[in-house]
């Protein structure tokens, strides 16, 4: 049986933020709530997905683009069951 999916592709730092705040969003989770699954403060989260400029995460996604190659984040849909890497 296929595990429905949502995808976002992802040509930038800023929309990789974006596929954070929608994977959180799909999986009924607040920033406090992630944050704290992450050990991170609420207001670094909250930066990532307003996609606060990530000098190194923008020079390597255009690096891929340049090499031909497309970054994709696929997540399973709301409902769906995962395994998670703790």
Not at 11 to 33: K, N
Not at 45 to 69: K, P, Q, T, V
């Amino acid at each position: 049986m296929v595990t429905p999916t949502r995808s976002y592709a992802v040509r930038r730092g800023g929309d990789l933020g974006a596929a954070v705040a929608e994977a959180r969003r799909a999986r009924g989770l607040s920033q406090t709530e992630l944050a704290a699954q992450l050990g991170v403060d609420r207001t670094y989260l909250s930066a990532i997905e307003r996609g606060r400029s990530n000098r190194l995460m923008n020079h390597l996604l255009r690096a891929l683009r340049r090499l031909g190659a497309e970054v994709v984040v696929t997540w399973p849909a709301p409902g769906a069951t995962e395994d998670g890497d703790g």
